[in-house]
């Protein structure tokens, strides 16, 4: 084919109207049924993730633990998060989605209840671990689904308003770590997160899920090297799974600095400091779907729209960023979140279209991975090591010129989507789907 065809063709792809890609054509019950489950396991799944910061004062009273171990607690689920999201990823493409959901929320739940059981600092870090190897199962399964029910006109904007959870999950992890233990004790609170879990991850055995392709059409690409291969392969995913990471080291910051930020330089106090920052988190309700749609609308009539909206969005967050800790405006920081925050939904979105659907799960996997590795593991790091040799204030302003080059990656990320996403519908009908 010549390049002017080739040109020709992709003009024609950009400007012509979205064609239907539903792969679950269900009632409006069953989609609804679908949406609940997922959206409230994944509430509950960042509720056990973070409802032990509340209780580390306890734990070290009860038990004699240390703060370094205290650290432990919390980096052991984020460790296995990274360690299995993308090889569980891979194992749900080739397995089924629904009932892999369901296996590993029981799981995790299961390990939040045996927290809360647990009674030697080796017990209690081996349910952690727990959580964190069942949560790496969670976010890539319900991604895969919510984009199988949902075209690209309503998708990003549907993974927006199941990202809300997330916000949802982070507000009730807290406020159950400290207002349950103090009436019913630490243990209390790990049984508030994890038996509602188990609930739902049995309902979410009756989930419906799409079939998988017959290994007949394609043994080599329905391999789990066939998986990575296909993922890694993928110049527009790779450059957006880049982007992610660097853009996680200012989301990271943000979560774990913001209240230190007003304690040191505002003069309040670690309640006040913590209770206002807690408000702020819940721009979430706001700028997930609102930029899942807008992102939608964009990549109705240009397939790379959602690059391009996400590196506008990173440079809003941090020019709002930088100048809300410079003049130590709340309201300028708060928007700078809003603008954090509108990043994501187009990002999910987009590692489920630039990809074969027996692919998705694993590209998403590939998307949570980095966006730790990359960036969200070591940039809350960075910014104390800059704020040790300066002031807290510079370790934001750092962090924020790092997470300004996540916009050349979505810039030179755009040049390929096209490109991929005409491959992975090719490979699709290739293997028949």
Known sequence: MSTQTELKSTVNLLEKPVEDDVLLKLPTWKIWYTMFVLYFLYLFDYAARLVIGPLFPYLKKDLGLTDPQLGMLSSVVLAGICILSMPLAAFIDRWRRSKTLSLVAVAWSIASVGTGLSTTFPQILAS???VGIGEAGFSSGGAALISAMFSRTKRAMMIGIW??????????GLMAGGIVATSYGWQTAFYAVGIPGIVLGVMAWFMPDYENISREKDAAALSFYG????VLTNKSLVCMYFACGLGAVLLQTQLYWTSSLFVRFMGMTPAQAGTINGYMMFVG????PLSGWLSDRWSEKDLRGRMYFCAIMQLLSCLTCVAGVMLLSIPLLALAMFFTFCIPSAQVATTQEIVP???RATAYGGYVLTLYILGGLWGPMLTG???AASNLQMGFLVAAGVSLISILFYLAGSRYVVADFNNS???EKEMGC
């Open 357 to 359: 659907l027996f692919n």
């Open 385 to 387: 090591f800059v704020s």
């Open 128 to 130: 952690r671990a727990a």
């Open 163 to 172: 990202n809300t959870s997330m916000t949802a999950g982070a507000a009730l």
């Open 285 to 288: 309700f706001i700028s997930y």
């Open 227 to 230: 998986a990575f291969k296909g």
């Open 425 to 427: 519908r090719a490979k």
